[in-house]
């Protein structure tokens, strides 16, 4: 929504903006008067809803075989877009688009490639109740709840064990819950594609997004020989490496050859595939996967509390991807968009002439290329400044230089070691 007004001759007038904020969600005053954990009653009440029909804007897209288990990852610990991202309140509940939250972007994405009854989404238990709210048609079995993070290894592992348990063969389809991905049917032709190689051929298929500039916030994968014979659809490569987040120079360099995509994150592979990778590369992951399987969809919550702690945090890129022996990258040539900074946010919210992106009831003089994010019933009024982030709370103020928003989440450390928990 370009084009509002900002700074103009004599006296400016305030952003138009939406009275319904985009990246507040619910109404975050609310947010903090809820319990941080929920009772075990309190959460099968509200996963016990009768299902919703899957949105039209999902309809007809081209759902894939029964075989399809997509992973929503929901849980996280609000570090980056703090003070409005919180342990309580994680990034996938804000609003980027009017209508819909980023979780409920990513459940489109999935029911777009499976049925509901396919669809799995794993949190913590201070989020479980509230993602529950966010999908009514998540069915109550299907939500998973860690008891402590160890990173994404830790939850694949978890859902690998669900999945199997249901079909050894099945494709898991791992998806983050709180990025952008547009237009839905490009995603939906990836997902076809992953999900062929991944069955027919046993390989980890990793989500390789064409880069749009020299990023450095991404981990790239450089791509090797094509692979050929599973059908039409986006183009599949060997996986040749994974490399960490370069300097500008160095990402400009992987832009230029055309031999690099940026690591989204999203993955797919069979549920005994990456077993067996688990065996191979983390056993203790796999010796977890084999009690909550014995322990079965019952006493699933009980053994995650006792097996959980055995598994080392990591992620599944250093843990299983860089050291698998069949890998893929499937090229993903959509709109892709971690949001993993307040820099980034900017680029979602709406926005004037002078590059001010404001969700906030704001009256701006001489100020450009900054964020402001408030409760739009506070007036908030911002004079002489440039590039910067402004994120206002009910009980917290972020400002900080939009060149340094990345030094968010060393605050966000440092305000947990002072011991000042209750803002986090």
Not at 53 to 63: L, Q
Request: glycine share 8%; charged share 25%.
């Amino acid at each position: 929504m370009k084009g509002n007004r900002g700074v103009g001759h004599g006296v400016p007038a305030p952003i138009a903006m939406s009275p319904v904020a985009m990246v507040w969600g619910d109404d975050q005053s609310a947010l903090f008067e809820r319990e941080s954990r929920i009772s075990e009653s309190e959460g099968l009440r509200s996963r016990n809803r009768k299902p919703k029909p899957v949105p039209e804007s999902g309809r007809g897209i081209g759902m894939t075989s029964g075989n399809m288990y997509p992973v929503i990852m929901a849980g996280g610990a609000g570090t980056r877009l703090w003070p409005k991202s919180r342990q309580a309140v994680p990034k996938w509940s804000l609003r980027f688009e009017p209508g819909r939250t980023l979780i409920q972007a990513a459940w489109e994405r999935a029911a777009a490639v499976a049925p509901p009854s396919n669809i799995l989404a794993v949190t913590s238990p201070d989020q479980a109740d509230r993602l529950m709210e966010s999908l009514p048609d998540l069915p109550r079995d299907n939500c998973l709840v860690e008891p402590m993070m160890r990173d994404t290894a830790g939850c694949i592992a978890l859902a690998a064990a669900v999945v199997a348990m249901r079909n050894p063969h099945g494709v898991m389809l791992v998806l983050p819950g709180d990025h952008v991905i547009k237009p839905l049917q490009s995603f939906v032709e990836c997902a076809r594609k992953a999900e062929r190689l991944a069955a027919e051929s046993r390989r980890l298929v990793a989500f390789g997004v064409v880069p749009r500039g020299p990023a450095t916030s991404y981990g790239y994968i450089r791509r090797g020989a094509p692979i050929e014979g599973f059908g039409d659809g986006p183009e599949a490569f060997e996986i040749e490496s994974f490399r960490e987040k370069p300097d500008e120079e160095t990402a400009r360099e992987y832009v230029e050859s055309g031999m690099y995509y940026w690591n989204a994150g999203i993955f797919a592979w069979t549920a005994e595939t990456i077993i067996e990778e688990f065996r191979r590369q983390l056993p203790e992951h796999a010796e977890a996967v084999r009690q909550f399987m014995d322990a079965g969809r019952l006493g699933l919550d009980a053994a995650a509390i006792t097996n959980y702690p055995k598994m080392r945090k990591i992620s599944i890129d250093y843990g299983v991807m860089e050291g698998a022996r069949r890998a893929a990258v499937v090229e993903a040539d959509f709109e892709w968009d971690d949001i993993g900074s307040w820099s980034s946010a900017r680029t979602h919210m709406p926005s004037d002439q002078d590059g001010n992106a404001s969700d906030a009831n704001a009256l701006l003089l001489d100020t450009r290329g900054c964020l402001i994010s408030a409760d739009p019933r506070k007036q908030v009024v911002v004079i002489g400044v440039s590039e910067l982030a402004i994120v206002d709370t009910p009980d917290a103020l972020l400002i900080c230089p939009l060149s340094r928003d990345q030094d968010v989440r060393k605050a966000v450390e440092d305000l947990r070691r002072l011991g000042r928990g209750m803002y986090l």
